[in-house]
């Protein structure tokens, strides 16, 4: 049997997605033609809208309709001489979920990757060195995935701040807290024991 | 942090569907934000085209987007004489798909539930005995699920086939081919037990 056409791009179209495979697809695409076709075509126009209005945040690269995005525009972020580099905007959300970090950011959109022709100027480390010549940073927190490709950008980025004498820290890797030292794997438990810290005395 | 308003819009309607979660929804979003905006927007059309386009087949009121759906269309299925009686358009499809069944279809979208105001005539009864007292059909294959709610339905649907004096029979329920005995629900063994066969001796 064949399936409407309409029907079945809409499901190819929703199984390229993250997350849904071939059997979800088609239980969305029935249940919306099912029981919610209005919500199917809010859906249509959100996705629509969001993918022409959404741009990117001219200070810190990530996705925002205006200009400048909501914690680059607020001054009290600026003056905090505080800036995070991280690779995507969903690190953001994670970041300010924990409440704790009051400085501002700047997202890559990627990673140091030459083997894919990814260099500097494709992650913005153009735009970053311009911000880093302009002051009014104390410390860049560098808080890219532990990965090879997150090390070496991390280290690309350090020397770009040594370069202008601003203060360059990594976030810590270890130990999830929470977590049991034997279920680790070996590449967490060898940062743990390099990034160790000496206790103090009582 | 705010995300920028067509973002959460956008997310808050990928995250009504089934089988995605909030940070799945997320995902998502972000995926065809940051790879994939073309494909986003591609997506966005295929929901609004299908949302409209898609309307039901006159005959077995399944999904389609002309007056007949192709089963119904194709005179080889109609001469078969088989009507199968169903509660969905997926389960069209599960049919379809074992490649065994040659006859026609009537989807139900739905089964009797008095309590949620669904009565015969909302599940299509009046189309389907139109369809008996015209003639041309030998056997009524009820396929509705072995619910409360899929039981009566069926029943009701086998008292309206006696009426026009046209055979009416339900699909066997019982242990799955490959399934262990001892990890089926009592209900189903139960099924397997009052649908027992006669042995034919060898």
Redesign the interface.
Known sequence: ???????T??I???R?????GPK?A?????????R??Q????????????????GHCQSCRT????AQ???CASTKRQDSGLLCVVE???D??AI?QTGQYQGVYFVL?GHLSPIDGIGPKEIGLDILENKLQQGGINEVILATNPSVEGETTAHFIAELCHKYQVNASRIAHGIPVGGELDLVDGMTLMHAFTGRRTVSQL
């Not at 049997?1 to 029907?7: H, T």
């Not at 088609?26 to 099912?34: D, T, Y």
């Not at 996705?63 to 205006?66: A, G």
């Open positions: 049997m064949q399936l409407s056409p309409s029907l791009q809409l190819e179209a929703l390229c997605q993250p997350g849904i979800s088609q239980r969305i695409a029935f249940h919306l033609l099912e919610d076709r919500g199917g075509k809010q859906l249509g126009q959100a996705l629509t809208k969001a993918m022409t209005v959404v996705f925002t309709e205006q995005c909501d914690i995507s905007p969903t953001v959300l300010e959109m």
